[in-house]
C-alpha cells in the first residue's frame, strides 16, 4: 500500500490571504503584495536580529570565523 504525503495545514495568515485574495489579481497588485510581504517579513528578521545582538552581542571576529569555518558555505566565484 502506497502512502499518502500528508498536506500541511494551512495557518491563520495563509487562510486570511486565501479570503482576500479569492479573486483575480492583476500582475501589479501583485507585485506591490510580493514587496509588501518582502518588506514585513524583513521587518520581522530585523527585529529577531536586533534581540539576539542584544542577548549575545556578534563581533567581527564572529563573522570572519564563520566565514572561514562554516561546513556548507559555497566559495564566492565571481
Not at 14 to 25: A, H, P
Not at 37 to 61: C, G, H, M, R, W
Amino acid at each position: 500500500m502506497e502512502a499518502q504525503a500528508t498536506q500541511p495545514k494551512l495557518n491563520e495568515a495563509q487562510l486570511m490571504l486565501l479570503k482576500i485574495f479569492s479573486r483575480e489579481v492583476p500582475p501589479e497588485a501583485m507585485k506591490e503584495l510580493n514587496r509588501l510581504l518582502v518588506e514585513f517579513y524583513d521587518n520581522l528578521v530585523q527585529l529577531e536580529l536586533e534581540k539576539l545582538q542584544a542577548s549575545k552581542p556578534i563581533t567581527q571576529a564572529d563573522l570572519d570565523r564563520l566565514q572561514t569555518t562554516h561546513p556548507k558555505r559555497t566559495a564566492y566565484k565571481p
